[in-house]
């Protein structure tokens, strides 16, 4: 057979040519107007030597100019845009203002960092248009919700906005609607409209709101989802099992239905065996922040319980409240599984072995006889 | 005696000029003072421009140099298999780190990546592999486009702009940072001596 020692020198380096590239503004928007002229100032941070060079990208990109076209460890540069008479398409336009690190190392594996700041050049819709978002926060109950819709006329026209909020249930049954007014909004500008809701008729619960904006050639709409808390604070999930071995961990996954932080929660847990207490055990109490999820940790001494099915009581505190639940704890022997695979495996091992030593002593009687 | 009285009165005026210049200059104080105090109501103004950075803190994956097994077919060089599993069928020095790219700017961003050349022009040789891999270091730090996973190898893109790797790449604090692992598949009869490329890494403000 052939043998070849086939020796492959590969050397592979990855230089650092270049560690951290920034450029500031980061964004521009401007709407567009036919032939308008743009200048913009761009800063970039760069370590001292590194070389930069400038690009635009993106849509528009042949119509910019750069005062420079590279940088040498940061600095300022100047662009110029002049837009055309006109762009077809309404909406976002994104010219992309570039600066990457020249690389110079041509033999080896470099690294190059590029940066880039979007021009967005906004091209209003024809006509009447208009798009709307909406935000709420979460309250507990009897505090208020302000609501906020912001509308901003994005066509060539001005609009007239009346503006209402639909308040629908987890069942997604309609609560009420508020009445937000009715506001001219000249195109390219946006208005705000502010509500603020009165929950102390409310249910604790998760809502949604539905902004809905008639700008008469449309309707535009957002929706937002809130929670209306009360102080509570639920068990999701407890540990159901444990293996009969010393200390073992106990957990109890709480969850906060109020809107603000509760201190000092903890959870007593009771195991009980026909109504008599085996064991009881407390949990560190631990912060738990508006509608956050949690598990509280608690150990329980095995060695004071039997193998079989306990009664469990799990109360948790918090300010001056109390949530329980009851269930069931089963203790078992440590990998019963296991326990039964080892002694099968050791039956064959042994019944193996057992042939094996057969079939070898036959062989050499048999080699002697000849 | 006469000497004398001229220096103390030359000495006299000038303390007097003195105090004159002093008396002025702290009247224009004072004016400057009660006219900055006396403005009852005022507006600070400040901007905070955004800025976009990104910074690689770890831009440097050294092999060293090295050579596929005698008798094996190739060699597997990867930053993501961990120590002892490194560097297959080769003897090149291990690296497990990777790249790590962080958002050192106060925008979430995009991120796309290119490189200079494939497998093929990089390696050359029987079946040469280049491939990246893309792990969020700090939780939640990268939010991937659709079709693009995690924490899986990819073949490198030479296309501009490159490969989209994440849509949301954020700036705060405790979720700024990603990783970017290397494997490359060393074909026995690959190009010899040094080879060469560029990973390009992108970031556009969202």
């Known amino acids: 057979m052939e043998k070849r020692v086939i020796v492959l020198l590969i050397i592979l380096v990855f230089l650092p040519l270049v560690s951290a590239l920034g450029i500031s503004p980061a964004k521009k928007y401007v709407n567009f107007k036919p032939n308008l002229e743009l200048e913009y100032s761009f800063k970039i941070f760069a370590d001292s030597k590194q070389k930069i060079e400038l690009y635009a990208a993106g849509e528009f990109s042949d119509l910019v100019t750069f005062d420079k076209k590279e940088l040498v460890g940061g600095g300022s540069f100047k662009v110029r845009i002049k837009l055309p008479d006109k762009i077809e398409k309404p909406g976002e336009h994104r010219i ?21 700041a979007p021009i967005v050049v906004f091209v209003p819709y024809p006509g009447k248009y208009a798009e709307v978002s909406l935000s709420a926060n979460n309250a507990n109950v009897g505090e208020p919700i302000k609501f906020e819709v912001n509308v901003k006329s994005l066509g060539n026209e001005s609009i007239i906005a009346t503006t209402n909020i639909e308040i629908y249930n987890a069942n997604e049954e309609k609560i009420e609607t508020l009445y937000l007014g009715t506001k001219k909004i000249d195109n390219q500008t946006s208005a705000v409209f502010k509500k603020t809701l009165d929950t102390k008729n409310y249910q604790p619960g998760n809502y949604e709101a539905l902004a809905i904006v008639d700008y008469q050639e449309g309707v535009a709409k957002a929706n937002k989802k809130f929670r209306i808390g009360h102080l509570f604070v639920n068990i999701t ?118 042939i094996g030593v057969y079939l070898w002593r036959r062989h050499a009687k048999t080699k002697k006889k000849k | 005696m006469a000497n004398q009285e001229k220096k103390q009165n030359f000495l006299f005026y000038a303390a007097l000029i003195l105090l004159v210049f002093s008396v002025v200059i702290f009247s224009m104080n004072v004016i400057k003072v009660l006219k900055i105090t006396g403005r009852a109501t005022g507006t600070a103004n400040l901007t905070i421009e955004g800025k976009t950075q990104i910074n690689f803190t770890i831009d440097n994956i050294d092999w060293g140099s090295g050579c596929v097994d005698a008798g094996k077919p190739n060699a597997t060089l990867n930053t993501a298999a961990g120590a002892g599993n490194a560097v297959i069928n080769g003897n090149w020095t291990e690296n497990t780190d990777g790249f790590r790219i962080e958002n050192i700017g106060n925008q979430n961003v995009t991120l796309d990546l290119k490189t200079g050349k494939n497998a093929q022009q990089l390696l050359g040789g029987t079946d040469p592999d280049y491939e990246y891999n893309v792990t969020n270091y700090e939780a939640n730090s990268c939010t991937p486009p659709a079709g693009f996973n995690l924490g899986t190898f990819y073949d490198v893109n030479t296309t501009n702009p490159g490969t989209r790797i994440c849509d949301v790449f954020q700036f705060s604090d405790s979720n700024d940072v990603i990783r970017i692992d290397v494997k490359l598949v060393i074909p026995s009869d690959s190009k010899t001596g040094a080879i060469g490329d560029t990973f390009t890494v992108t970031a556009t403000t969202i």
């Open chain 1, 96 to 116: 992309l203002i570039g600066a990457r690190e020249k690389a110079e190392e041509e033999e080896m594996l470099g690294t190059v960092v590029a940066v880039q």
């Open chain 1, 237 to 354: 999930n407890y540990t159901k099992e444990v293996i009969k071995k010393g200390i073992q961990p106990f957990e109890i996954e709480i969850e906060s239905l109020w809107n603000d932080k509760i201190d000092n929660v903890y959870a007593k847990v009771f195991v009980n065996k026909q109504n008599h207490s085996v064991i009881t055990f407390q949990t560190p109490s631990a912060e738990l922040n508006e509608w956050e999820k949690k598990t509280l940790l608690g150990y329980i001494d095995t060695d004071k319980l039997k193998i079989g099915r306990y009664d469990l009581k799990i109360v948790v505190h918090y300010v001056e409240n109390s949530t329980a639940i009851d269930g069931k704890l089963d203790v078992v022997r440590k990998s019963q599984l296991v326990f039964y695979l080892l002694i099968i495996g050791i039956i064959i091992a042994v019944i193996s072995l057992g």
